[in-house]
């Protein structure tokens, strides 16, 4: 079946450091692959998203390419803010429904 | 427009009490999911619903969980009897299509059963 890997964390960095949040997947198909993020109190929200290989999904500074060939959707962020610490779950799709299947999800903690 | 709303956003039970967990949609949305996140593990599917119809619960762990969706609206989950296994936290999404569509997640409901 589907599924998901991601670093575990949690993830401690200094404000204005480089992110990288490993991801890789397992798939039978060709799935859509997601990160979402879940912020303190809060409902988790679509963070980027890339629907086909060597796609790159950026928003808010954030980015993931779509590598078939690794099987990964590795999250990045070039300088990370206090207001980026949450949970970060990466995510894939060949359908939604049971076969949205999600990581274990990884915490961040950005320190002033 | 608002977004998917969950009542109550916590909840502390004792093992055997019944809870029931209930979930708005954002109007228009047909597509209903459940998912739960059980002790600070991967998210995990439960159950699809299409309007009122339910589309697909494989991911329903047993019979002691009841999902309903009355009228293609809010959707409840009751848990009867609750277990200490059932602690987590509840979260319910809904889209426009069950394709390409984006799942809209609510804020979910954290369960404690103690």
């Known amino acids: 079946g589907n599924s998901v890997t991601q670093m575990e964390g949690p993830v401690t960095l200094s404000e204005e450091a480089f992110l990288t949040i490993n991801c890789t997947y397992t798939a039978t198909g060709y799935p859509s692959l997601f990160w979402y993020v879940q912020y303190p109190g809060e409902g988790l929200q679509l963070l980027l998203k890339?629907?086909?290989?060597?796609d790159k999904g950026s928003n808010k500074g954030f980015e993931a390419t779509y590598r078939k060939e690794t099987t990964s959707f590795h999250l990045e962020k070039g300088s990370v803010q206090v207001s980026d610490s949450a949970v970060y779950f990466c995510?894939?799709?060949?359908?939604?429904?049971?076969?949205?299947?999600f990581g274990p999800g990884t915490r961040l903690s950005v320190l002033p | 427009e608002a977004g998917v709303t969950q009542f109550p956003s916590h909840s502390v039970i004792e093992k055997g009490q019944t809870v029931t967990l209930r979930c708005d949609p954002i109007s228009g949305h047909d597509n209903l999911y459940w998912y739960r996140r059980v002790m600070g593990k991967e998210i995990k599917f439960l159950l699809h619903f299409v309007k009122e119809s339910k589309q697909d619960e494989s991911g329903m762990p047993n019979n002691r969980f009841l999902a309903e969706r009355t009228g293609g609206t809010y959707s409840t989950l009751k848990v009867q009897p609750a277990e200490l296994e059932d602690s987590g936290v509840y979260f319910c999404?809904?889209?426009?299509?069950?394709?390409?569509?984006?799942?809209?997640f609510g804020n979910g409901t954290r369960l404690t059963v103690t």
């Open positions: 995510a894939l799709s060949e359908d939604y429904g049971q076969n949205f299947v």
């Open positions: 890339a629907t086909k290989a060597d």
């Open positions: 999404a809904s889209s426009q299509e069950t394709h390409n569509s984006p799942l809209h």
